[in-house]
């Protein structure tokens, strides 16, 4: 007797079934062909356009803490320092600031704090006000202000306008930056900088060695190498420090 090989047809309900598994399934890989980054031929911004260092006219400050009753070395030297960039940046007058309320009972460290200005060789006017203070028990300082030429970034740091980790829209997937990467470096960059200038142009170029060209062509007209020998002595780091 003869068997017949039986071949069971899958339903159609299981072929639909089977066809939206596959579906499913390659859903992320279509994704993965989706043109989520610009497209519009414009290279994306970056920090240095989204936190521009400008110049602008602002104060400066310098917050004085009065350690015993008085101004110690290191304070007065600040002071000094602020004078000094008072006299290179800075436009109208500098204003002492007391914490409100507390004017008074400070007095003796304003008159300190003028005394530094005026031997720093500051010639400027100097006003005395206040400002309100904050929490009463913590330590508020006072305050010294001037006016003038700063180097800040020009926008805000700590926006997060949007969800870096959004996976409903497309801000997540493009690649670009997020507007607050960068804006901290920035802003440390403008602070430290000494002089704000240096940001917009070059400093002027020296006045040239007259005396190293001399030696560079009298050497050429003797038919010497006019480049500079430098001697190299290397020494054991055992006998750094006078070790054995």
């Not at 400050?61 to 602020?82: E, N």
């Not at 500098?94 to 200005?117: C, D, F, T």
């Not at 720093?120 to 203070?133: D, Q």
């Amino acid at each position: 007797m003869m068997s017949r090989n039986l071949v069971q047809r899958p339903s159609p309900r299981a072929s639909i079934g089977w066809l939206l598994l596959v579906a499913l399934a390659g859903a992320p890989l279509a994704g993965c062909n989706g043109d989520y980054a610009f497209s519009d031929g414009v290279p994306p911004p970056d920090h240095h356009d989204f936190h521009p260092i400008v110049l602008a006219d602002a104060p400066t400050t310098l917050d004085v803490y009065p350690a015993g009753g008085g101004l110690d070395a290191l304070t007065t030297a600040k002071i000094q320092r602020f004078a000094e960039r008072y006299r290179a940046l800075g436009v109208g007058r500098i204003a002492i600031l007391a914490p409100e309320g507390v004017v008074g009972r400070n007095s003796r460290i304003i008159a300190e704090i003028r005394r530094v200005l005026a031997a720093s060789g500051l010639r400027g006017p100097v006003s005395v006000g206040s400002y309100p203070a904050g929490d009463p028990t913590l330590a508020a300082p006072v305050r010294l202000v001037f006016q003038g030429l700063k180097a800040e970034v020009a926008t805000p740091c700590g926006a997060w306008p949007d969800d870096l980790a959004s996976g409903s829209s497309v801000e997540g997937w493009k690649n670009s930056e997020y507007e607050n990467f960068g804006c901290a470096t920035r802003a440390s960059l403008a602070a430290q900088v000494d002089d704000p200038r240096d940001l917009a142009q070059a400093r002027a170029d020296d006045a040239p060695d007259v005396g190293m060209r001399l030696r560079a062509i009298g050497d050429v007209r003797e038919g010497k190498d006019p480049g500079t020998t430098w001697t190299t002595k290397l020494t054991p780091i055992g006998q750094v420090g006078g070790g054995g």
